[in-house]
């Protein structure tokens, strides 16, 4: 492994993980990080999450072979903007946000002479902040690599290498592609609960108390993914404007379809469907993806 010294810049949920998930596969890298908030960095020093903590970012990054962005996806470039003129001239530059081309796009600005291949894992929790990290976020979970043409392949392989190590498996993507899959696999399904949580807590006839009481119906699982962090959220739907769009047209459709068949009493139309969504929960956990137990098997 050639990437022996990296700095992590954001040391929340996703950097805090990669922290500790390198010091647990890679013992022999040099971690270095960087945040911008003050109390994290006292409190990412305090519990290890990085090797050192460093006071400002080209600090961070001055002897880094693979510098991983690990900030909201509106920051990045604001992030790669401080530290573009310490890297060396060999440094990879990745990230972990969660959509893709605005990424690619605002990184390749800011640092137009680096190696610059914007990655995604898709692992993650509703927490966030420097206590949230886990060393196996990434264990036995996708990551994506949106490289653009051209991009060097041997820096493509070591990053490949890299996340492989820490127990991910990769795939390569077009970044369109990987922000139009996301949109359907994520980001919708986040509008969604925030959608409903939000009409929950603001009808009229039913009292909070009452939602809260019989959460279990279905709602509570709902509440799991719109306690996500709001910043985050903000800047993936922002950032993935398009793809999300998109796909919110599908869906409104696909609602208008069901809201008719429950009006006119078309029970074929809602059973078809159940019948098929049931199917894909199935494929899910046979795909290892996530577990049949109750509660979708999270502990309590
Ligand atoms: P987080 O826990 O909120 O951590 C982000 C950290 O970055 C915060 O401490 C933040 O400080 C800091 N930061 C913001 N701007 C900065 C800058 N310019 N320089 C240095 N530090 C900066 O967020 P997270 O959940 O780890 O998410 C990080 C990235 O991972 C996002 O791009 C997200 O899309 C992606 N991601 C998240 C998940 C998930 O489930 N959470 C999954 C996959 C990918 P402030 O609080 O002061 O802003």
Redesign the pocket.
């Known amino acids: 492994m050639s990437l022996n010294n990296i700095a992590i ?9 990669l922290g500790l998930a390198i010091k647990e596969h890679l013992p022999a890298a040099k971690t270095v990080g ?4 003050t109390d ?1 960095r006292r409190r990412a020093a305090e519990i290890g999450l990085v090797g050192t903590v460093m006071e400002t ?1 080209s600090e961070a990054v001055a002897d880094a072979d693979l510098v991983i ?5 509106g ?2 470039a ?2 790669a903007t ?1 530290l573009a003129g310490s890297l060396k001239p060999s440094a990879i530059v990745s ?5 893709k081309a605005s ?1 690619g796009k605002a990184l390749a600005e800011a640092l137009p002479s680096a190696t610059v291949i914007p990655a ?11 206590d ?2 886990f060393a196996s976020l990434f264990d036995g979970r996708w990551c994506i690599l949106t490289p653009s043409d051209g991009t060097d392949e041997t820096a493509v392989a070591e990053l490949r290498t890299f996340w492989e190590t820490l127990g991910s498996t990769v795939e390569i993507m077009d970044a369109e592609h990987h922000d139009l899959v996301l949109a359907v696999t994520s980001h919708i399904p986040h509008l969604i609960a925030y959608t409903i949580v939000g009409t929950a807590s603001d009808l009229e006839d039913v009292t909070q108390g009452e939602v809260i009481k019989y959460s279990a119906g279905g709602f509570r699982d709902f509440t799991r993914i719109a306690a ?2 709001p ?2 959220w903000r ?2 739907f922002l950032s993935n404007r398009e793809a999300v769009l998109e796909v919110l047209g599908r869906f409104s459709e696909d609602l208008t379809v069901l809201q008719r068949a429950i009006r006119s009493g078309d029970g074929d139309t809602l059973f078809d469907l159940f019948t098929r969504t049931r199917d894909i929960r199935r494929s899910i956990i046979d795909m290892g993806q996530d577990d049949a137990a109750p509660d979708f098997g999270r502990e309590h």
Request: aromatic share 2%; proline share 6%; net charge negative.
């Open positions: 810049i954001g040391l929340g949920l996703l950097g805090g993980s960087f945040d911008r908030d994290v970012a962005l690990c900030v909201p996806v920051a990045m604001a992030a401080e990230d972990v946000g969660s959509s990424v995604h894992p898709v692992a993650g929790t509703e927490r966030s902040g420097p949230a990290g996500s962090d910043t985050m800047d993936v």
